[in-house]
């Protein structure tokens, strides 16, 4: 199987695109496209034209969860698109907020009602659980927490009336492609952790051998001792190619650089990639 993978909007950018925090990836496998989040606004359609890419001629599209970083280009998306089946779990319509440090809460869900883009072409199909999209592509669905020492961040919380409650990002899935020569996982934010993630990818497929990690690692705070131990365990699943993008931050970027060298790159705006 061949696939190939265009980063359409990212917090960084190659030369002549446009950059912006959040994420958008086009995948194309199994003779389908699909999209995989959509970036904070108009960035992903803005950058597809630039690359040659009509987005007109995709297949699927996969929110990775609802918050706007990878919500908030849908309705330009669709605009191009049409209708178009949307594959989520059902959480990306939760009343999210999130409280930063010294500031009041914020609304962090999908700049959107679910009416608008439905008038706009979006055809939900919302699953906790795994979608398959062909016999070797699939969502995640919900991720089990199993690592042990991946934390859900505390900032981000869910209003329900005049309650609120601890968002843990049960939306958070990422996208999996099977092939002969081992899993290609697609993050979003990767909120339920990148080693939970990739372990329940693992067990999903029956696949143990990883081949290529793409997309937020969400490692932008994560300690000392939860790098060292997410390298370690990334090492032993056999990663031939590893390129972080969005919330992955500088330094972790860096220090998965030092030791992934070869296999390692930042998968910023711009950036192509044909694997294997
Ligand atoms: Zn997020
Ligand atoms: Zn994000």
Redesign the pocket.
């Known amino acids: 199987m061949e696939i190939r993978i265009v980063t359409l909007s990212e917090n960084t950018a190659n030369y002549g695109y446009l950059a912006e925090w959040?994420?958008s990836i086009l995948v194309e496998a199994d003779g389908l496209k699909i999209l995989m989040d959509t970036g904070l606004s108009f960035s992903a359609v803005h950058n597809a034209q630039l690359l040659g890419i009509d987005l007109a001629t995709i297949d699927r599209i996969v929110i990775s969860h609802g918050?706007p970083?990878?919500t908030g280009g849908l309705r330009d998306v669709l605009t191009i698109k049409g209708e178009v089946e949307v594959i989520a779990h059902p959480d990306i319509w939760a009343a999210k907020y999130a409280r930063r440090e010294h500031q009041t809460a914020e609304y962090c869900g999908i700049p959107f009602t679910r009416e608008e883009l439905e008038k706009y072409g979006a055809r939900f199909n919302l699953k906790r659980e795994p979608v398959y999209i062909t016999d070797n592509i699939l969502t995640t669905g919900e991720i089990p927490i199993s690592s042990g020492y991946e934390e859900i961040e505390e900032n981000f919380f869910i209003k329900e009336g005049k309650e609120s409650r601890p968002d843990f990002l049960a939306d958070d899935l990422a996208l999996i492609i099977n092939t002969e020569f081992g899993l290609v996982v697609i993050l979003?934010?990767a909120h339920r952790g990148i080693i939970n993630t990739l372990r329940h990818a693992q067990n999903l497929t029956g696949q143990k051998l990883i081949y290529a990690v793409i997309g937020?690692t969400h490692l932008f705070r994560a300690s000392e001792e939860r790098l060292a131990k997410t390298i370690a365990d990334l090492k032993e699943m056999g990663i031939q190619r590893l390129g972080v993008s969005?919330?992955t931050g500088f330094h972790a970027s860096a220090r998965l650089a030092q030791e992934f060298k070869d296999a390692f790159f930042l998968n910023n705006t711009g950036t192509r990639l044909t694997l294997p």
């Open positions: 959040g994420l918050h970083d990878h979003g934010c937020g969005h919330c």
